[in-house]
């Protein structure tokens, strides 16, 4: 499948961008959008622990990886980055 790009309104109004690729798992992931997180290199983390994803993954992935690392977001959920990013696998 080719790179797909999804821009969506999350709830509370913060806009986030995810370009995947995606072929039965994710090759690769770009989060973007204007939302915060801390630290903000932070976001390469996230990026890299969906490589290998399968859309049923992404959530739980998401999700443990702010925890693990006990990344801040602000504007945005682990809920709403998920939810964006299988949007962009279907």
């Avoid at 080719?2 to 509370?12: A, D, F």
């Avoid at 993954?57 to 682990?78: N, S």
Wanted: aromatic share 4%.
């Amino acid at each position: 499948m080719p790179e797909r790009v999804v821009t969506e309104k999350v709830p509370g109004g913060k806009l986030l961008r995810i370009k995947v690729d995606y072929s039965g798992t994710i090759n690769s992931v770009k989060i973007t959008g204007d939302f915060f997180l801390h630290p903000e290199e932070a976001i390469n983390d996230i990026e890299k622990s969906l490589v290998g994803a399968k859309a049923d993954d992404v959530l739980g992935i998401v999700t443990r990886v702010v925890q693990e690392k006990g990344i801040e977001l602000i504007g945005v959920t682990p809920d709403s980055i998920a939810s964006v990013i299988r949007s962009a696998m279907q």
